[in-house]
């Protein structure tokens, strides 16, 4: 199963931060570069909430080429990483290039 993993920075109004969102999709060893919506890279300063999708959950596998998709994958990560409420991630871009090292707990 590959590890791609849909990755946004959604600015956060509640301490201040507006413009944008940011996102992208990780390579296989979970490595992004962030595009805001604008086509700017990067993500605007201040803080965010993170929010990360699971892309393996779409890549449902067909069963001898037959059209009927078996079960959904299941996610490798508590829901909670997937909703702009209740995402644990929350970060501050500054003005400087930096890099973000995100742990999802709970993962399997």
């Not at 849909?6 to 944008?20: Q, S, Y």
Request: charged share 25%.
């Amino acid at each position: 199963m590959n590890a791609i993993f849909l990755v946004a920075f959604l600015p956060d109004p509640a301490k201040g931060t507006t413009g944008p969102r940011s996102a992208a999709v990780t390579d296989a060893q979970g490595h992004f570069r962030l595009k805001c919506d604008d086509q700017r890279d990067g993500a605007v300063v201040g803080w965010h909430r993170i929010v990360v999708e699971d892309m393996a959950v779409y890549a449902l596998p067909r069963k001898d080429n037959a059209p009927r998709l078996t079960a959904p994958v299941k996610p490798r990560f508590p829901a909670a990483y997937g909703s702009s409420a209740d995402t644990p991630l929350l970060v501050e871009v500054r003005p400087e290039k930096a890099s973000f090292d995100l742990r999802l707990e709970g993962s399997r």
